[in-house]
């Protein structure tokens, strides 16, 4: 800090930054893990709305995910060998992600790989049974501009000769969803907004279709997830918290062939579990807490749920 507003030092900023920002933190975590260990409570944060208003030389930055719409896409590599997908993911982490993270309207994106291992343990038909890859991205207002960058970036890559077309690569789904709800859990120590940003070790995944995505017992269903099933999982070791997506229209780019339009907005629904612990174990939990609840009124049809890992660079390669 070079220097404070008129007439303020910066002895009096660090009071301020002391008092609205290392206190809470230090206190959150002191009586997080209490609570933690006791399973039970929660932490109401009460702070000076001056904190939104600037001053002279001091400006305020407030933010939060904020996002409208998010991109989800499930890849396989048909009849793929270890130098396949290593070529594949030192693209999509070295080049294509970097280059989308860096676009003013791409709030976040993250990735994460289904090995093999983790198929015993996944739900599947046979349009999503091969899935390898999944990666999502969320959009910042105004969206029209994020999203009109975002695919000029894609036919820009292609035409610098780093699209690249994989022969092996088959999407099994690029679409975009709308963010419904976010849920923390009180060990994450975050609000859901930033849950997107914070590491995890992998998510338990779940799409789900429904031929009545607007019916009474689609809704039922929902209402039980939102106040019974996840309320449940938050308690889980392991999980660190949980977003819900409903379907919006599937990606239009000229570089892609068409996908099945047979899809309406609200016919899909995905549910992200992010994992603290590692994801085959977390997600054993998950499943056995779900059967021990009443009630589940068991709609819509399971396209897939399964565990996936997060990707580490260079290691996983």
Known sequence: MTGG???VG????????DLNI???LALTHRFGRL???RRRGRILLVGSLSSHYGAVRQSILGGD?????AFF??????DAGPAEHEAYNRWHQLDHRPENLALPGVLWGDRWARPVEYRDASTAVAKHEGTDYIAMYWFGEPLDAALRAWNLLATDSFQWGRGPVFPFVRRNLLSFFRPVKGYAAPSALVSPDVLPYRPNRGLQVTLTRHAEPFGAETEAQYRWEDRTLIPALLD???VAGVWTFSFSHHQENPLIPAADTSDTPGSLRLQL???DEEPLATTTQIEKRRGELDSDPGVGETLLSTPLRTIIPWRDW
């Open 5 to 7: 507003s008129e007439g």
């Open 10 to 17: 910066a002895a009096a900023f660090q009071r301020v930054i």
């Open 22 to 24: 290392t206190a809470p």
């Open 35 to 37: 609570m933690r260990e």
């Open 65 to 69: 995910m904020q996002s409208q719409l």
């Open 73 to 78: 896409s499930f890849i396989t590599l048909v």
């Open 236 to 238: 889980l070791d392991g």
């Open 273 to 275: 579990i992010y994992l």
